[in-house]
């Protein structure tokens, strides 16, 4: 078992371990005094293992309810958020109690700002069940929901109470939710450490979360609300999440994102934006990996989407750059050229 602290606009620890899930009311117990605590989860996740967090809070001492919402991204918007909302208040929770957080990226999006926007805010915490989500998404209090016009659109930056990774829950995800985890992890490999591709090509879980772990913690200590340096952990989303959105959520996120990057580094290899063209060794490790990393939509359908980045300010974008295989930089283009920009990479 690892503790990570993780120092923003809050502090609070990220526990990393072997079957730790069973110990959540002890740990829950060193951050938050007694309350009532609503586990929201998902229709999958709640099958497998809402009953072990279940029992192991009542027995802490803390009164437990359940919130389930189907399982995928498309259960990511309004319409969800507002029956959660509705749900808390139903059953009665108030600014004392906290709300957790018990799935992948999608339950974690949603339960968060759930909870940073319930009564003006309420204590959650963070029980990521898939690779994906341990490797990036249940750190650094990004959360959020969908809208029709694009992913991740709705959000506010809420820090968690706690983050508590099993890595026993990866022994029940498929192949295809291991590639997932493996396609966000490599984004890791590519904008701070390339060493970590052998870990990731070896399935050394615990080896690639604890160092995605560092490597993220240190973005979010440096530049918390994504102003600035933190915007490189969206390497391969300006494309990726557009490609996700236009598959309607029927290609996962990493299998997305594995498109996105390979697009982005030939892009701005090709826009002479770095020397070294990174995106055939991308394209190997993916395929090795099991990916295909074909794009299939247009420029022009990928831009519509892309124009709605959260990367963008004013009349420009941020465009993460592999300087090499590692090391990433940011830098700004025009939004009149970021059509072209994509064009050059789908070549």
């Known amino acids: 078992m690892k503790r990570f602290t993780i120092s923003a606009s809050s502090t609070y ?44 809070l009542i027995e802490s001492g803390f009164q437990t309810s359940k919130i389930v919402f189907p399982s995928g991204e498309h259960s990511k918007n309004l319409s969800t958020y507002t029956n959660i909302l509705e749900a808390l208040a139903d059953e009665g929770i108030t600014r004392s109690d906290a709300v957790v957080a018990l799935g992948g990226g999608a ?13 003006r805010g309420i204590r959650y915490i963070q029980i990521p069940t898939t690779y994906e989500a341990a490797v990036d998404a249940a750190y650094g209090g990004e959360t959020g929901l969908n809208l029709m016009s694009g992913k991740n659109l709705v959000g506010a930056f809420w820090q968690p109470s706690l983050v508590l990774c099993d890595y026993k829950f990866f022994e029940t995800l498929s192949d295809l939710k291991i590639k997932d985890g493996a396609a966000e992890a490599v984004k890791f490999a590519v904008i701070s450490e390339s060493s970590l591709a052998d870990h990731i090509l070896k399935n050394d879980y615990e080896y690639v979360v604890e160092r995605c772990i560092s490597i993220k913690k240190s973005l979010i200590e440096a530049d918390e609300k994504c102003y600035g340096l933190r915007q490189i952990l969206g390497f391969g989303h300006t494309v990726g999440q557009a490609v996700e959105k236009l598959s309607s959520y029927s290609l996962p996120h990493g299998h997305a994102v594995a498109i996105g990057m390979v697009v982005e580094s030939r892009a701005a290899f090709k826009a002479g934006l770095t020397k070294t063209d990174i995106s055939v060794e991308l394209t190997d490790i993916f395929k090795r990996l099991g990916f295909d990393t074909s794009c299939h939509y247009s420029a022009d359908e990928i831009y519509n989407l892309a124009v709605m980045d959260k990367k963008i300010f004013g009349d420009k974008i941020s465009v993460i750059v592999p300087e090499k295989f590692g090391k990433c930089s940011l830098h700004k283009i ?14």
């Open 13 to 56: 620890d990220v526990i990393t371990g072997y079957d730790t899930i069973k110990d959540i009311g002890k740990y829950t117990g060193e951050v938050l005094d007694p309350c009532r605590l609503c586990i929201i989860t998902d229709s999958t996740v709640n099958n497998l293992y809402s009953q072990v967090v279940l029992t192991s």
């Open 334 to 347: 025009s939004i009149s050229n970021l059509r072209e920009y994509i064009r050059e990479g789908l070549k």
């Open 107 to 119: 339950v974690g999006d949603i339960a968060g700002f759930a909870a940073a926007t319930y009564m």
